[in-house]
């Protein structure tokens, strides 16, 4: 028994791995939580890691033929044969999460860093980090268009 990705229809991680769990199967469906810019205000989204893909653990030539014909499942990849996701991929990924939500590691900026913002009424503008806001997830930026220092919320902004 191994290990394999498996490419579903968009939307359907979840209803297949519920079937697939169902079955007898153990099943690996990772999510991560994002923040996106959202009608003027940051929220925490909750979305698929690898949209359109599960992965499942079962022996490749016994079930293969019961995993390809799951509702919702285009097809286990490999061509011809499944190819086998590493146990130390899996592993990785498991270690990282927490209530079935993979934790992203936070950058770590410096003093006089240049970043881009990701997000918000200043997208795709550059700037120079300040400083960490202690205790308010945010981080004051110099702005190099405008010249002027602006609060941001330190999710927004990515190392340029």
């Known amino acids: 028994m191994n290990w394999y990705a498996i490419y579903t229809k968009p939307k359907s991680e979840d209803s297949i791995a519920h079937l697939l769990r169902n079955a007898g199967f153990e099943t690996l469906n990772p999510k991560i939580k994002v923040v996106k810019y959202v009608r003027k205000k940051y929220v925490d989204v909750i979305e698929q890691l690898f949209p359109s893909y599960i992965f499942a653990f079962f022996d490749s030539d016994k079930h293969s033929h019961m995993i390809r014909y799951t509702r919702g499942v285009r097809y286990v990849i490999g061509q011809g044969y499944p190819i086998i996701v590493p146990d130390e991929i899996i592993n990785a990924i498991k270690e990282r999460m927490k209530d079935g939500v993979v934790i992203p590691v936070p950058e770590d900026f410096s003093k006089g860093e240049r970043v881009m ?31 002027c220092k602006v609060d941001l919320d330190i999710r927004s902004i990515k190392k340029a």
């Open 117 to 147: 913002i990701k997000e918000g009424p200043f997208k795709n503008f550059y700037g120079i980090f300040e400083k960490n806001i202690p205790g308010r997830k945010r981080a004051m930026i110099l702005l190099e268009t405008l010249f």
